[in-house]
């Protein structure tokens, strides 16, 4: 039996999108935009210690410290979703190839891509590339608060 809330769609226009989102963050998540590899975020995102990276957009836990390593791609990468049934993932036909694309099930902000098979030395074998803009760190301490 699964004790967990179904997830409750968000559903905003663009303009309320533009009033809670940096420029940035509405390019990356409304937009299924990029952000620069190796910024600000990625560097901030390595120094972080143990807690909790929710979507800036809706505040849904996405993913988890304990799931997080340095693929060093640039991009802050995970290796499984920390909540799963807030992740959902779609394929990508954009850029002239076929991805995964990775999306928050609640607001379906754009999060970065998912790729499999690298031959990385994590227990799945799986990276989620996630644009660190579209993340929200909240560190342990202050989750179970």
Known sequence: MNDKEPIVKITKTD???????????????????TERAFGETYKKFKE?????????GC???LFSSKEKFDARCGWPAFYDPAEAEN?????DTTAG?????????????????LFSGEGLDTPK??????????????PDNAEKK
């Open 97 to 113: 190839m076929v991805r995964t694309e990775v999306i928050c099930a609640k607001c379906d902000a754009h999060l970065g891509h």
């Open 87 to 91: 992740v959902k993932t779609k394929t």
């Open 59 to 61: 505040d849904t836990k």
């Open 48 to 56: 972080q210690g143990a807690g909790a990276y929710h979507c800036v």
């Open 125 to 138: 074998d799986q990276r989620y590339c996630i644009n660190g803009i579209v993340l929200k760190f909240v």
């Open 15 to 33: 303009d309320e999108w533009k009033v809670i989102l940096t420029e940035e963050q509405y390019y990356v998540a409304r937009k299924a935009g």
